[in-house]
């Protein structure tokens, strides 16, 4: 089993440039958006936190093939990104460098464990991190 990890910052930068135009506390229970893209099943978690350049970005993703394709770039596992809900996914147009993505892992709840874990490693803030996009193989 190969793991790897997503340079956020880098994916980020690519996405921004195209989401910028467009963009305008934990919950328990957090709505879901689902979409196809491809070979791919992806489920944007839409936490509270997030802010509107955050969700625009997240939205592309889970919407746009070559945007997804910079944060999930096998898409033969399962992948999850990870944040603190304090520090979020992007601010002041900048990532944040808790927000981790990691792909390649054999199911959601391997993929979800070691995102949460890295997350949480590289967090300053209290709060535990949370999932916000999930990348699956499509049924």
Same mark, same amino acid.
């Given at each position: 089993?190969?793991?790897?990890?997503?340079?956020?910052?880098?994916?980020?930068?690519?996405?921004?440039?195209?989401?910028?135009?467009?963009?305008? +506390?934990?919950?328990?229970?957090? /709505?879901? =958006?689902?979409?196809?893209?491809? %070979?791919?099943? *992806?489920?944007?978690? !839409?936490?509270?936190?997030?802010?509107?350049?955050?969700?625009?970005?997240?939205?592309?993703?889970?919407?746009?093939?070559?945007?997804?394709?910079?944060?999930?770039?096998?898409?033969?596992?399962? +992948?999850?990104?990870?944040?603190? /809900?304090? =520090?979020?996914?992007?601010?002041? %147009?900048?990532? *944040?460098?808790?927000? !981790?993505?990691?792909?390649?892992l054999p199911d959601a709840a391997a993929a979800r464990s070691a995102a949460l874990a890295a997350c949480?490693?590289?967090?300053?803030?209290?709060?535990p991190c949370v999932v916000v996009l999930e990348v699956a193989p499509a049924p």
């Amino acid at each position: 089993m190969r793991r790897t990890t997503f340079t956020i910052a880098g994916a980020l930068a690519a996405v921004a440039t195209a989401v910028l135009p467009f963009a305008g +506390a934990h919950a328990q229970s957090v /709505p879901v =958006e689902a979409s196809t893209i491809g %070979g791919s099943a *992806v489920s944007l978690h !839409v936490h509270p936190f997030l802010t509107e350049e955050e969700l625009a970005t997240l939205r592309l993703v889970a919407s746009n093939d070559q945007a997804l394709s910079l944060f999930v770039t096998s898409r033969t596992g399962h +992948a999850a990104l990870a944040v603190s /809900p304090e =520090e979020g996914f992007v601010r002041d %147009g900048a990532p *944040v460098p808790s927000a !981790v993505a990691l792909g390649d892992l054999p199911d959601a709840a391997a993929a979800r464990s070691a995102a949460l874990a890295a997350c949480d490693a590289a967090r300053k803030a209290a709060a535990p991190c949370v999932v916000v996009l999930e990348v699956a193989p499509a049924p």
